[in-house]
């Protein structure tokens, strides 16, 4: 099923098509800064999501970038060297993100 989501301006938009990877909730140092609080994040294969609009990438690390919607400052992905691109979970539209399965950091 074709699932959708934005930024809260809506400059950016996008689709992701395929099995979503459980919601993960991030309390490193850098999602802590990023976010304000922590990061909770799906994941799909890089062929799987269709982005429209002008997405911003901070290089986060040496091996992972972070976009974001200059317009709004809503945080949107996590980018690093696999095969996946995180999805920050609240941009979904529609979400209902109940079930978190792993802590981190
Ligand atoms: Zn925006
Ligand atoms: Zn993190």
Not at 85 to 91: E, K, N
């Amino acid at each position: 099923m074709m699932k959708t989501g934005s930024c809260l301006c809506g400059d950016v938009r996008f689709e992701l098509k395929g099995e979503l990877r459980p919601v993960i909730a991030c309390h490193c140092v850098q999602c802590r800064k990023t976010s304000g609080h922590h990061v909770a994040a799906t994941s799909v294969r890089r062929d799987q999501i269709a982005v429209q609009g002008a997405v911003t990438w901070y290089q986060s690390s040496d091996t992972a970038r972070r976009g974001f919607c200059a317009t709004c400052g809503s945080n949107l992905f996590w980018d690093g060297a696999g095969a996946n691109i995180s999805v920050f979970a609240g941009t979904l539209d529609g979400c209902k993100v109940t079930q978190i399965l792993a802590v981190s950091g």
